[in-house]
């Protein structure tokens, strides 16, 4: 497009304003992490604190057994509808959606109430704690997974290669496991890692089941501490580039659309 | 695809018989009645109960409550939170997706740009808000580095833990939303439209007033209420930044952990107060996607 040179640098004041917006916070914390003494004792003292590991291996694992839940729970789910139920599809999606309309705030509130009295008094114990901590995770992740899974079945014959399979003598179970998700590969992948993005460094689910995930732990440095949570709110940062740049570097071949996360 | 096209599943009285494949999805049904659908449920049940277990609608009549720290102030600074930033956020948004489309600054850019989004636009909550006050907050890297050069932002009334703080940091989640998802619309403006357009002697401003807007307008007014939706359901930030500024994500976390908790019907409320507005305009959003989808390829 043949732009006027004068356009075209208004367009550059746009995209550069745009850009410091971006990078003075980060820059900001960056810099204030420094003026530790000495300059790098933010980084070290946050490394060497036990509660930073527990916390982030915490959420590391939580966010494994989410993604593996909530693949297990989708991709069955959206192949099945796709192949013999086509007018569930709607209401499968509006499902999946829900967790857009109710907030994680709001979700939390409703699980508590329903699981701290009988008959499921999980709140409880800390591993019935876990386990609605991973149900709510695993509930934020449907509308991501679902779109992911179903953009993906969009793109495979599903019904050539269940009845293919199916002619040559394998059962459900090997449909899925060695036909479904081997050519599912890539909008699997790219679900689990905006689940990953999402769910390492969430606070208020965590926060009020009362689990030390990594969230609160850097809420409760950021309340009593100088320089250590800058630099966790940089290695925050990091983990959810590295999330976001596989997902791309993910999808490059494929022609899917980066997804889209909602704030927390 | 109607139900029977694969036969056996429909009677003679037109009837849908049982259809056992249905049971293929009860794992996913059964998942989300349990955690999500249930436990919703169970929050509006307890919004029309009083203390006592009797029903009553007291608990919605008390969401208009006026005063300092009540549901009405919430609910409305919760409101105009959202909906400043969800236009500002979309304006910017705009113009910055513009700027790397359609504004021949070199392609390079526009990938780095949309990648950078996706990260920011998931970078919200607790190291969010961290970031902005070791930025901007009274001691940040910034504000003592203007301080020392003779200007006190915090003198001249600028606070980050207010109102307006709040909103400077959604931006920054609410902005990057807003290129991604505007980004496929930008790009399904055709050249051919604007060549036609400008053939035909139309100004620039023109196209934008007759062609380009109102192709633009369904998206930009879904995005709008999308990013409305996405600053609505926030409390992380906010109350990691600023506990004190009296927004319904808060609000609400108090009433659960005991802070304000003297009447737990009017928490429920206020939580089915927020799950109706979030509803409504994530509800106005996909009906304007609809539309605007026309229009893409």
């Known amino acids: 497009m043949n732009q006027p040179k004068r356009s075209r640098l208004v367009w550059w004041v746009v995209f550069l304003v745009g850009v410091s917006y971006f990078a003075l916070p980060l820059l900001g914390t960056f810099f204030f992490s420094l003026q530790a003494q000495p300059i790098y004792a933010g980084y070290t003292n946050i490394l060497k604190d036990p509660g930073f590991y527990n916390s982030l291996l915490y959420s590391f694992i939580v966010g494994l057994i989410t993604i593996a839940v909530s693949i297990l729970i989708i991709v069955p789910t959206a192949f099945w509808v796709r192949l013999k139920l086509p007018w569930l599809r709607p209401y499968i999606e509006f499902i999946t959606l829900l967790p857009f309309v109710v907030p994680p705030i709001i979700l939390v509130f409703g699980l508590l109430n329903t699981y701290s009295h009988p008959p499921f008094r999980l709140t409880a114990s800390n591993t019935g704690s876990d386990v609605l901590l991973v149900a709510a995770y695993v509930i934020l992740s449907f509308p991501y997974m679902y779109r992911a899974v179903d953009s993906g079945l969009r793109t495979i014959d599903v019904r050539t290669l269940t009845e293919a399979s199916q002619s040559l003598g394998a059962g459900w179970v090997r449909i899925m496991w060695q036909v479904i998700f081997p050519n599912l590969r890539v909008s699997i992948l790219s679900g689990a890692f905006l689940t990953l993005a999402i769910v390492v460094g969430e606070y208020t689910i965590a926060t009020f089941l009362g689990r030390h995930a990594f969230g609160p732990y850097l809420s409760l440095i950021g309340g009593n501490k100088a320089y250590e949570p800058a630099a966790g709110s940089l290695i925050s940062f990091g983990i959810t580039w590295i999330a976001m740049g596989l997902l791309t570097l993910i999808g490059r071949g494929s022609r899917q659309r980066v997804q889209v996360a909602g704030a927390r | ?297």
């Open chain 2, 1 to 297: 695809m109607p139900a029977s096209a694969r036969g056996a599943s429909s009677t003679r009285s037109g009837r849908r018989r049982f259809n056992p494949s249905i049971l293929g999805v009860l794992p996913f049904l059964i998942f989300a009645f349990a955690f999500l659908i249930i436990p919703a449920s169970y929050l509006v049940i307890g919004s029309l109960q009083d203390k006592t277990g009797a029903f009553t609608t007291q608990n919605y009549a008390d969401l208009t409550k006026d005063g300092v720290g009540g549901p009405r102030e919430a609910y409305l600074t919760s409101i105009e939170i959202s909906a400043v930033t969800a236009i500002a956020g979309a304006i910017l948004g705009f113009l910055l997706a513009y700027a790397v489309i359609s504004g021949g600054l070199p392609k390079a850019l526009r990938s780095g740009l949309m990648t950078f989004s996706g990260v920011a636009s998931n970078f919200a909550g607790i190291p969010l808000a961290l970031a902005f006050v070791f930025t901007l907050g009274s001691n940040g890297l910034f504000t003592v580095l203007l301080r020392d050069a003779g200007i006190n932002i915090y003198d001249s009334g600028f606070k980050l833990y207010s109102k307006f703080g709040l909103e400077l940091v959604y931006l920054y989640f609410q902005f990057p939303l807003m290129v991604l998802i505007i980004a496929p619309a930008i790009d399904g403006l055709r050249k051919d439209w604007r060549e036609a357009s400008e053939n035909m002697g139309a100004s620039t401003f023109q196209y934008w007033r007759y062609i380009a807007l109102p192709i633009l307008l369904p998206t930009l007014m879904g995005s709008t209420l999308l990013l409305f939706g996405n600053a609505f359901g926030a409390q992380a930030t906010a109350f990691q930044l600023a506990p004190l500024v009296n927004i319904a994500p808060v609000l609400i976390g108090k009433q659960m952990s005991g802070d304000v908790l003297h009447n737990p019907g009017l928490g429920y409320a206020l939580a089915i107060g927020m799950v109706a507005i979030m509803g409504v305009a994530i509800l106005a959003y996909s009906v304007l996607q609809r539309r605007s989808e026309r229009w893409m390829r």
